[in-house]
Nanobody, 124 residues
């Protein structure tokens, strides 16, 4: 069972930046696609971004395109989410996800593994 540990969340003013990290346990990190989801209070969890096992393909939600960048370092078994030009509506708990492909991550099915989440709060 993989363990995904997020870090880097916090409180930031609108227009600011944060970088989230997600470290995965085990030796198979490079075989999996990785992604980020978020859930705001009273709302359903929503997809944010995903990256293929090689890093060659990425996918973003329309709401974050041009502001967020997902990347990975397979040697460190870590995936990142660089968040720029943050808005109050980006406030949420951000979750790291792992699955076999970007398509699988978008489906967020039983095969998807999740981290415990990290809080991001953007003040206006």
């Amino acid at each position: 069972q993989v363990q995904l540990v997020e870090s880097g969340g916090g409180l930031v003013q609108a227009g600011g930046s944060l970088r989230l990290s997600c470290a995965a346990s085990g030796r198979t990190f490079s075989r999996y696609a990785m992604g980020w989801f978020r859930q705001a209070p009273g709302k359903e969890r929503e997809f944010v971004a995903a990256i293929s096992w090689s890093g060659g393909s990425t996918n973003y939600a329309d709401s974050v395109k041009g502001r967020f960048t997902i990347s990975r370092e397979n040697a460190k078994s870590t995936v990142y989410l660089q968040m720029n030009s943050l808005k109050p509506e980006d406030t949420a708990v951000y979750y790291c996800a792992r699955d076999s492909s970007i398509v699988a991550i978008l489906k967020a099915s039983e095969s998807t593994s999740w981290g415990q989440g990290t809080q991001v709060t953007v003040s206006s």
